[in-house]
């Protein structure tokens, strides 16, 4: 069993099913499996976020490393510091309703961006989880998004 924070969160040392890259396999893999496979990436938990694209209005999942706090479910809009916003970020200020899937439970999600002061609190906890979140705003002037997913009302 994994080793968790008081967040229930994997500690930053664990080492999951080792996927290279995040893609359609990944999703395939993940789907497959219920999160057993590609839940942990390079020892950083993921999920599945399915949002409707702007242009195509198709759905569009991609996996991506995420965050909890005080039962908060967040992403970071990093796209490796990247000058511009990820797609899947523009997808969600167009519209905000968005499928998620974090190991087996799926659940309906309307994404919010934060803002100050609960902007940098879930930003630091992101960063005790992926170090390289900071390295990321160093590479851009754009300020990098954190995503808050609230579970939608059934």
């Not at 990944?26 to 938990?45: A, D, K, Q």
């Not at 995420?66 to 908060?72: A, C, Q």
């Not at 523009?90 to 994404?111: M, R, S, T, Y």
Request: proline residues 8%; hydrophobic residues 30%.
């Amino acid at each position: 069993m994994a080793k968790s924070d008081e967040n229930n969160m994997p500690q930053k040392s664990e080492i999951g099913t080792p996927i290279p890259f995040f893609g359609e396999e990944h999703i395939r893999m993940y789907r497959e499996s219920g999160g057993e496979e590609g839940y942990l990436w390079n020892g950083v938990p993921t999920l599945l976020l399915t949002t409707v694209g702007r242009k195509s209005g198709l759905e569009r999942t991609i996996p991506i490393i995420y965050t909890e706090l005080d039962g908060k479910v967040f992403i970071i809009g990093s796209q490796g510091g990247n000058p511009k916003h990820p797609h899947w970020y523009l997808n969600l200020l167009e519209n905000p309703h968005a499928k998620v899937q974090i190991k087996d439970e799926v659940f309906d999600a309307i994404a919010r961006t934060a803002e100050s002061p609960e902007y940098e609190q879930l930003w630091a906890q992101a960063c005790k989880y992926w170090p390289n979140y900071d390295v990321y705003q160093s590479r851009t002037t754009r300020k990098i998004p954190v995503v808050v997913l609230d579970r939608a009302p059934n």
